[in-house]
């Protein structure tokens, strides 16, 4: 018993060393493209392309000012509650999709035109109903990271494997069970890339809406930057984005993703592990 | 435990069954009626529809027509292949049904255990992932799921195919000590006659396209009462002497020009 737990710690203790190993060449990645970032400086000058330091330093300026964390927060709220919605209309979505083709047939056009449109266009039209408030936002980051999701889920719902549905009816399991135990366990593995996805859309959506409706958060910072020529400013507010993006992809996405593929790594033998 | 008296209550009664997939029919007419604590040996040539048949008794597909009635309690099903569930550990692939029993998770865990132990799987081995299990591993990860509900009847299709010869015994073993002790009876689909004569009270065999059953032979002696000699005599007097079995290999030369 307490060997078995030792195991399943020692397991996990593994994955993080695994995890941050991962971490630790992501930042190698970083370092190359800072140092592509810092040729370019050196090539077209200060006012075109500010050094990567020199960013750096405007961008800790930026986060040491308590204003710029209520924009930054603002921004964050619109993004996540956008993408809390989408995630929910294209999980109910994409699983209805997956459980019936009558569905699936219906769902298939209706994406197909909500994806064909561009999402500035979505900007305009939302800018019309809602002026410049948060449902803009929201609304924008809604229409963009749902079908990313209903997508993801509908393809997991239909590639499950019927085989175990009959083992499971062999054994007596109802719909719900069948539901509860297999269904949403296979649909899991396929919703997390998924939601990763349309969380990344759902912020690059909700600071460009910010910035063409001009309604604050980043996106308004980043219009001002623009106004007043500042390139260093409104890179440093880029670097803020991508890092909040990057904070919640590492500290979120990536460690329920491992826990949820963890059987697929077993059979992977150890160099080969990501 | 002698079968006249438990003829009167048959624990499975199948009549009438027909099926058909997408209009082709396979199954029509099969009627198959199993005594309590019996085990029937299931034979007949590949794509006849003892699967299907299987399948339908178990409540797993709904057939086209005919009737099924089962009284027994609990039945535990093997399929041909192994359906385990990839994400989960071969202890929580075993437990799987007592979940769905809705039993607390200590408990699961221990029969769980006892399964793997009556189908001869390492402890070591009931935390690996199907994905790192031998075949025949899974295969018998299957078998102890059937058994852990403790069921009074069993559907067994061709379970033990990916064993070798010593484990296949065991397994064989298992199921001979089970119809004695009328622990379970079952329906075991097999293509080995050997393995049909060893176990089972009575061999049934289904005709080559699925309409109805051609015939059903008692076995001679009781399960686990006949060595190896007797098996041997037996298969070889099936087929050499009784039509029954003069088509349940014909598969190949029919399908060979
Ligand atoms: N899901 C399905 N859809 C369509 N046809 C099917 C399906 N399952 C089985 N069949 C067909 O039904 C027939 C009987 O199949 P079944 O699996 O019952 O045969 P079997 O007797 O178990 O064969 P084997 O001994 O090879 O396992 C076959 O012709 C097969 O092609
Ligand atoms: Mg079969």
Known sequence: MTTARAGAL????????QFLW????GLAGLALFAALWQAGHERYGDFILPAPLATLAAGLTIAADPAAWELAGQTTLRAVEGFALAAAAGAAGGLAAGYSAATMRLARPILTVLLGVPPIAWI??????????DGTIITTVLVAATPVVFVGVAEGAVTRDRGLDDMARAFGAGPLARLTTLGLRHVAAFLFPALTVALGSAFKVAVMAEL????????GA?????????????????LIAVAGLIAVEYTLVHPIRSEFERWRNAARPWGVKR | MTRETTDAAPSLTLSGIGHAYLGRTVLDAVDLTLAAGEVAALVGPSGCGKSTL????????????GRVA??????????????????ATARANIAYPLRLLGLPRRERRERAEQAAQRVALDRADLDKFPIELSGGMRQRTAIARALAIDPDFVYFDEPFTALDVALKRRMQDLVIEAARGARFGALFITHDLMEAVRIAHRVVVMDAHGRGIAGTRAVPGKPGGRDDGTVYRLVAGFLSDDPLFRHIHDIDERRTP
């Open chain 1, 212 to 219: 063409l409706a001009n309604t604050g958060g980043i996106g």
């Open chain 1, 22 to 25: 991962s971490g630790w060449a």
């Open chain 1, 124 to 133: 305009v039209l939302a800018m019309i109903w809602f002026g410049s408030t």
């Open chain 1, 222 to 238: 980043l219009a001002a930057a623009r106004a007043n020529l500042d390139v260093a400013e409104a890179l440093a507010w880029v």
């Open chain 2, 54 to 65: 299987a399948h339908i008794a178990a409540g797993v597909v709904e057939p086209s027509r």
């Open chain 1, 10 to 17: 020692l397991d996990r203790l593994g994955r993080v060393g």
């Open chain 2, 70 to 87: 089962r009284r027994y309690r609990r039945h535990g099903m093997v399929f041909q292949d192994p359906r385990l569930l990839p994400w």
